[in-house]
Structures are given as C-alpha cells and as structure tokens.
C-alpha cells in the first residue's frame, strides 16, 4: 500500500506534511502535492499533519484516480522536503467542492 495526496490539498498546499516524512517522498505541483507510491513506506506520519485532510492511505473507497495521479506526477515533478509559505488564499479553498478542475500539471518549484 502507500498514502496518496487527494484534491483537497489543491489550492491549499499548506505543506506541514513534508517536514515529517522519514523518506521525502513528496513532489511539488503549481498547486498542490503527490506522493511517491514506490517510495512512501505507509508510516502514516504525514497523514494527521495535513490540516484538510487530504492525505490518505490507498485502501479508503475512491482513490483510485488519486492513487494514478501521485503515481504520474511523483515521476516528473521536483521533490520537497521543506515546508514553505501555503498560497496566501489557501483558507478559501479550504473543503470547495469541484477543486479537481483547478489542479494544474505544471512542476512546483521544489527544493
Ligand atoms: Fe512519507 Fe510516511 Fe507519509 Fe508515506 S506515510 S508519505 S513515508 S510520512
Ligand atoms: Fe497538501 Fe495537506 Fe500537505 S494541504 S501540501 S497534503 S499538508
């Protein structure tokens, strides 16, 4: 199994998560975090951090799509590993629906 990061970390991106992974296994997006699936050894440290809960073990109901895109994107964005400002309207976005229309491809900047 692995932690996967679902739609509600997009336009939040508050990132407490990635100071408690013991293997730095996120990847930054313009707008929102994945998480390695190879790389995450289910430790399940990372999943209390995060304030919108968007982070959560593959065997919940419905990650499915979640699961394929942190597997996508690990591979082809920049790794991080600390935490920097959140974007300054992450409290807007804080549990909109319809979020997954706002994810963006593009690579964060990494660190
Ligand atoms: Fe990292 Fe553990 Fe979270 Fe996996 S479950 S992403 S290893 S902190
Ligand atoms: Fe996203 Fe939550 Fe981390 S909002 S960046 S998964 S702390």
Redesign the pocket.
Known sequence: M??IVNDACIRCKYMD?VE????D??YEGENMLV?HPDE????????PECPVEA?KPDTVPGVEKWLALNAEYSKIWPNITVKRDAPADAKEWEGKPGKEAEFSANPGKGD
């Open positions: 692995t932690y998560c408690v992974c013991p293997v296994c996120f998480i995450c050894i289910d430790c399940g440290v990372c999943e982070i």
